[in-house]
């Protein structure tokens, strides 16, 4: 009995080497040993397409596609699916099932995140290899691979897909079209820090590390799993790459360039909305899971207050708040400048990720602040009324919020006096 990490590795380096009648036994075994492991049924139909058995590896990526499409994995299954459809296009009803399971005209989407399949490999081993070869090797392979019925239900709700299903069924449609499957190695570089941020990527199987440069030092941000949705700012924002993305293992990608979505967004009204709602969710989402605003809320809790955000678009020269008005809630930039004055003075320019207004929610004193948009951009806003009862639910989210403000009031005075503040995160409004 072999352990399947050591087959998995072995079986990755003879399909690599081309000697594609190991690789196939070794991830037939693993399929056997752990039949939940999407990575090794696709590799089957790798190694028989490598091995010329176009039909066969067909038969595997299809079957794999349906099932995942109806599992609840339609990452997965859009991997198999855009396999399928490359080596024949007559397979395109898959997208179209898929569109019709998972776009917001679908009653079968439900409220939850999509998630990665939880397997290990850990203490799985493979007792024996098939000692068949040839055309007789092939079919066994295909008939196991292409099996499966005992490995999950069909689910009854399945989790929306990012992005793609806040779309109705035809844009959905359109969008699929464009998407790319792309796979890369252990080591190989998916985006580049400073690159251009011309694509979004969905990770449906692998692992990826996300690394940025602190003081001309490479340092670890995150280990991404699949599910993983990253370079989502390429498809509002021409800014360059903020981080470094490496895959670490055999890495399955779907990529969405950004210039498909230019040349369709003047087409579709619906893509500019899913744009905006998609990137809307994504903001709150980390500042969720990192804002000491909502530390003290449970997930259930979040999920229901992020809901009551409301999108703004402004455009250059808008004024959001005016010294001395009365405060009306709590702004969060999405995207865009703001300049932050006192007087005539200015004191700050607050980007994608700052919050402002918060002194409306803890005291009845008018606004100390001027907040103009320099630029066109998009602000979320929560107001007073809605924000107001979580405060007073959650005494640990209110300390919180006073202690910025305390700091940040400090730091307007600092600046009014002459001083310089430590950051434009400081600013009081």
Do not use: C
Request: aromatic share 6%.
């Amino acid at each position: 009995m072999t352990p399947v990490v050591s087959v998995l590795a072995r079986a990755e380096a003879d399909l690599a080497g081309g000697k594609f009648e190991d690789a196939l036994r070794g991830f037939l075994g693993i399929v056997r040993a752990v039949p939940r492991f999407p990575r090794a049924r696709l590799r089957v139909a790798d190694t028989l397409l490598n091995l010329g058995h176009k039909g066969k590896a067909i038969e595997v990526y299809r079957a794999l596609a349906w099932h995942y499409l109806r599992t609840g994995q339609p990452l997965l299954g859009l991997v198999a699916a855009k396999m399928v459809i490359a080596l024949d296009p007559s397979y395109q009803d898959i997208l179209d099932i898929l569109a019709e399971l998972y776009s917001s005209d679908s009653d079968r989407l439900g409220d939850f995140d999509l998630a990665p399949l939880d397997v290990t490999l850990e203490g799985a081993v493979v007792p024996a290899f098939s000692q068949q070869s040839g055309p007789m090797l092939a079919d066994e392979a295909a008939k196991v691979a292409a099996n499966t019925e005992s490995v999950a239900e069909h689910l009854k709700k399945l989790p929306p897909i990012p992005l793609y299903s806040h779309l109705a069924e035809q844009p959905f449609m359109q969008v699929l079209n464009n998407l790319r499957l792309r796979r890369f190695a252990d080591g190989e570089t998916i985006i580049e820090e400073g690159g251009p941020g011309d694509s979004f990527f969905m990770l449906a199987d692998g692992l990826v590390e996300v690394t940025k440069k602190i003081a001309g030092t490479p340092r670890t941000l995150a280990h991404l799993s699949e599910g993983a949705v990253f370079g989502e700012m390429a498809l509002v924002s021409n800014a360059p790459r903020t981080a470094t993305v490496k895959a670490r293992g055999e890495v399955s990608l779907l990529s969405l360039a950004r210039a498909d979505l230019d040349k369709q967004a003047g087409e579709l009204d619906s893509l500019t909305t899913a744009l905006r709602k998609f990137t809307r969710g994504r903001f709150l989402a980390n500042l969720a899971a990192t804002s000491a605003l909502f530390a003290q809320l449970p997930k259930d809790e979040r999920r229901i207050l992020l809901r009551r955000f409301q999108s703004q678009i402004v455009g250059a020269g808008d004024i959001l708040i005016e010294e001395g008005e009365a405060g009306r809630g709590l702004y969060l930039v999405l995207r865009g400048d703001f300049d932050v004055s006192v007087g005539e003075q200015k004191v700050a320019v607050l980007k994608s990720g700052e919050v402002f207004g918060e002194i409306s929610l803890l005291r009845a004193s008018p606004t100390t602040a001027t907040v103009k948009a320099r630029t066109q951009g998009e602000v979320l806003f929560l107001a007073r009324d809605d924000f107001k009862p979580a405060l007073e639910a959650h005494p640990g989210m209110h300390s919180a919020l006073h202690e910025l403000t305390t700091k940040r009031l400090a730091a307007n005075q600092a600046v009014v006096q002459g001083t310089i503040a430590t950051s434009d995160a400081s600013i009081m409004v």
